[in-house]
């Protein structure tokens, strides 16, 4: 890994680079020989996160590396803050590693949420069942099954045994991959057996000679076999943006898929007449614990969207 805090004779020129952690208006950004650089916004009008793809200078005269523009989005991820505004998270993902384990106890919905903003957004999803030499309950093992049922790609896994983690290899290989989930699912151990080395804390990538900005945003790091990963701290609890959401399904595959037949096209599968996603729940073809987790999704979504509403913003 080459690394500069100047820029030497590459004043003035302009550079592609790629968002590696970013706090602020500061980043860190790996250039496309390879080389990483502190960069700064040239702009306050600039969001970039983690992925983004940018496009950088270094100011000949200050020795600093601007950022200046950002590149086409393929993808992005979004969560919603208290006061239910779309706060992007990562960018240009192709999928998603919703992780799990034993212990803690799996919070399934946090799951759903982040399945459903990940199917919202166009990126693929894989539910990974970790520690799996250790024994999730019965009543989580039926729960992951009914996920495994809507679609959802899953894979058991085990860093510290080795179980999985071949298959999962494969999964990444080429693909920008984001790591999430509850803390202490052991992503750090995932992360350390898919980059050996990957110790640097993200407070030591945002030093400067200003001093160091220290956060716990998201990291990326190459893949050794192609790709990149990108991990995430540990969540209690994930909220959607709301209006990042798919309208009528918002991201549950087995609503998608029941919607189109409903009788009303406006459906949203609460309490209206001949609802097809009350009816397979009731007759047990949906999980019971999905449309729970529909539901309050669905109550969430307007509680964030009336935040929102003209004057209360």
């Not at 030591?204 to 001093?211: C, F, H, I, T, V």
């Not at 609802?275 to 949906?286: I, L, P, R």
Request: glycine share 10%.
């Amino acid at each position: 890994m080459k690394n500069s805090s100047t820029g030497g004779n590459l004043a003035g020129a302009s550079r592609h680079g790629l968002v590696l952690v970013s706090h602020g208006l500061s980043a860190r950004v790996r250039l496309d020989d390879g080389t990483e650089v502190l960069a700064r916004a040239a702009g306050r009008g600039l969001q970039f996160v983690c992925g983004d793809e940018v496009s950088c200078d270094c100011d000949g005269r200050h020795a600093q590396w601007r950022l200046h523009a950002i590149g086409a989005r393929r993808s992005a991820l979004y969560r919603s803050n208290a006061r239910g505004r779309a706060e992007l998270v990562a960018a240009n993902l192709s999928l998603l590693v919703v992780v799990v384990a034993p212990r803690p106890e799996p919070d399934l919905f946090v799951v759903d949420r982040y399945l459903a903003a990940a199917a919202s957004a166009g990126i693929g999803a894989l539910l990974l069942a970790h520690k799996a030499d250790l024994d999730f309950t019965p009543a989580v093992r039926t729960e992951l099954a009914a996920l495994a049922a809507t679609g959802c790609a899953t894979l058991p896994c085990s860093a510290r045994s080795g179980q999985g983690l071949e298959e999962l290899r494969l999964r990444l290989r080429a693909a920008t991959v984001m790591l999430v989930g509850q803390s202490g699912v052991g992503k750090s151990s995932l992360l350390r057996a898919l980059v050996p080395g990957a110790e640097a804390a993200v407070g030591e990538l945002l030093r400067s000679d200003a001093g160091r900005h220290t956060t716990s945003a998201a990291r990326l790091y190459a893949l050794p076999g192609g790709g990149a990963l990108i991990d995430s701290p540990g969540v209690r609890d994930f909220a959607p943006a709301p209006e990042m959401l798919d309208e009528r399904s918002l991201g549950f595959a087995e609503v998608a898929r029941l919607a189109p037949h409903c009788r009303f096209a406006d459906c949203r599968h609460l309490q209206e007449p001949h609802c097809a996603v009350q009816a397979a729940m009731a007759a047990g073809e949906m999980s019971a614990r999905r449309y729970e987790s529909y539901r309050r999704l669905r109550r969430l979504r307007g509680q964030l969207l009336a935040r929102l509403a003209p004057g209360r913003r």
